[in-house]
C-alpha cells in the first residue's frame, strides 16, 4: 500500500545536538511537506516542497533544514539553533497543482524530546 | 490572506447526540476547505473537503459539512456520535490562488464523547 512513513517514531535529543527526522513517500507525488504541531497550537509550516533540488521556508523555519534530492524523500534536520525544539513533527505529501486543492496525506508523525 | 478559526478547543457530547464543531474562514477569493481528524499519537486524516461543487460534503465515518459563503462559515456534523469519534479535529483552508498559496490549520477542536 502506498504511504508515507516517518522515522524514528520517538526521539530523545541533548540540547546542542541536531537531529534529522526521516520522512520517505511512494505515492508518487511531487510536494512534501513538515509541519510542526504543539498542543492548542495546530499545525505550522516548516518548510514544504513542489519539486525535486527545490524548498521553500514555511512560516516558522528558523533552527531548521531540509533537502530534496530525491522525489520519495524530504529529511528534516532540527539544529542546535532551534531553541525549543520538542514537539510533534508531521511530514505530509501531495499532488501538486498551482490552484488546486492539494490533498494532503500525513505521515504518523515524529515526536522529538529534548532532554 | 487567509486564516481560519475554530471556536471552542474541547467540545464533549454523549454518545448518541449530535456533534456540532465550528469552523470559520477568512480568504480573499473562493477557497478549498478541509477537516482533517486525528486520533493521539498518529498523522492527519482526510475526513471530507470542500472544491467549490456541491455545498454539502459528505465525507467518512458519517461526518458531513456544509459550506456557507455568507456565513463564511464551514461547520462539521454528525447525527449520532459514537465512541469511537473521540479525536482532534483540524479544520483547514487553501485559498485557489495561483501557485504558493498554502493549506492554513486551525487550532484543533478536541472532541469527547461520553457513554
Known sequence: ?115 | AQSVTQLGSHVSVSEGALVLLRCNYSSSVPPYLFWYVQYPNQGLQLLLKYTSAATLVKGINGFEAEFKKSETSFHLTKPSAHMSDAAEYFCAVRSGETSGSRLTFGEGTQLTVNP
Open chain 1, 1 to 115: 500500500d502506498g504511504g508515507i512513513t516517518q522515522s524514528p517514531k520517538y526521539l530523545f535529543r541533548k540540547e546542542g545536538q541536531n537531529v534529522t527526522l526521516s520522512c520517505e513517500q511512494n505515492l508518487n507525488h511531487d510536494a512534501m511537506y513538515w509541519y510542526r504541531q504543539d498542543p492548542g497550537q495546530g499545525l505550522r509550516l516548516i518548510y514544504y516542497s513542489q519539486i525535486v533540488n527545490d524548498f521553500q521556508k514555511g512560516d516558522i523555519a528558523e533552527g531548521y533544514s531540509v533537502s530534496r534530492e530525491k522525489k520519495e524523500s524530504f529529511p528534516l534536520t532540527v539544529t542546535s539553533a532551534q531553541k525549543n525544539p520538542t514537539a510533534f513533527y508531521l511530514c505530509a505529501s501531495s499532488i501538486w497543482r498551482p490552484s488546486g486543492a492539494n490533498v494532503l496525506t500525513f505521515g504518523a508523525g515524529s515526536r522529538l524530546t529534548v532532554l
